[in-house]
């Protein structure tokens, strides 16, 4: 069992930048791989990132790539997500989510533990 929880969200602008943070606790968090989702009003949930459970593969959704970089601090018990050049498009509830699949996944499905979510709104 693993606990997650979100949090660095907030408002920005557009063009601006932040990062979000997820604090793990439980199981040893280098056993999991980990992710970032969001879900926007009215529609589904999405992928945005993944990455190994050594930091060594990450995967990213093309509508993000280039602009956002995952990563994770073991030693932390702390996986993140910094975000820059934000869009307005970018505005959701992002998850941050474990997997016992040591690789980055892009499916929702391989997930076994999710955080509460935390809210990201980029102003235009």
């Known amino acids: 069992q693993v606990q997650l929880v979100e949090s660095g969200g907030g408002l920005v602008q557009a063009g601006g930048s932040l990062r979000l943070s997820c604090a793990a606790s439980?199981?040893?968090?280098?056993?999991?791989?980990m992710g970032w989702f969001r879900q926007a009003p009215g529609k589904e949930r999405e992928f945005v990132a993944a990455?190994?459970?050594?930091?060594?593969?990450?995967y990213y959704a093309d509508l993000v790539k280039g602009r956002f970089t995952i990563s994770r601090d073991n030693a932390k018990n702390t996986h993140y997500l910094q975000m820059s050049s934000l869009k307005p498009e970018d505005t959701a509830v992002y998850y941050c989510?474990?997997?016992?699949?040591?690789?980055?996944?892009?499916?929702?499905?391989?997930?076994?533990?999710w955080g509460q979510g935390t809210q990201v709104t980029v102003s235009s």
């Open positions: 989510a474990a997997s016992l699949l040591l690789r980055p996944t892009m499916t929702s499905g391989d997930y076994n533990y």
């Open positions: 439980g199981r040893t968090f280098s056993s999991y791989g």
């Open positions: 990455i190994s459970w050594n930091g060594g593969r990450t």
